[in-house]
């Protein structure tokens, strides 16, 4: 972020060889953390390489990795780096239904995410905008097998996340909202909200794993849409 690639080169180093260590006596699937610090490190260095001109072998480096780490947080975060250098302009990975030939945003959220309740309102304003002019809004999510930091069964996720939806996206009333694993990983979606704004012939044309001011946002649609 700061420009200085070779101090973010040692500090790539360090945390690889601290992980490496680290993963002899530790599964990243029991610890977060160690999940995190491999993730970040395969983030960084494709990172490294895309600013420094090589995005090719950035885009090989990422998907080595996609092939080899089969842990949702790892993949997640892998996926979400090789969409940002590739998903621009290709057709989306994953179609929701009823949405064939149609101009579509999605808001990939989580019932767990504080950011993603800040971006709804946005969302809601840009759905009143453009809903007469043939815009679709779908709201994908996952559970992850926790309501907050306790273990809960997927049928007792899916009411939470059900009464998330109602309580703070009652203004997205109407909006499909599916749990949908799939889409939620072919989108990168380790972090939320993601937004991704697909045209009527499926091609993605925004991929943006963060959240987006509405004037951003409608820009990016205002050109989709073919608008002045």
Sequence with gaps: MLGDHKQARLYRERARHMTSALVKKLRPE?????????????????????SEGNTPKAILLLQTELNHWKLWDIQARIQKD???LTLTGKPAPVSEPGTAGKPVLLFLWGHWCSDCTGEAPVIVRIRQRYATK????????RRRGMIGDKKATPSEEDAEIERVWKKSYSALAGVSHPVDQAAMLAYGVSSTPTLV????????????????????????IDVLLHLP
Excluded: F
Aim: with cysteine; proline share 5%; hydrophobic share 50%.
């Design 82 to 84: 090789l969409n940002l």
């Design 30 to 50: 029991d610890d977060y953390d160690l999940a995190m610090a491999i993730g970040a490190g395969i983030e960084v260095e494709a990172n490294l390489l895309a």
């Design 134 to 141: 043939g815009l679709l809004v779908v709201a994908p999510t």
């Design 197 to 220: 704004l697909i045209d009527p012939q499926g091609i993605v044309r925004l991929y943006c794993p963060y959240r987006l001011s509405e004037s951003a946002l409608a820009s990016k």
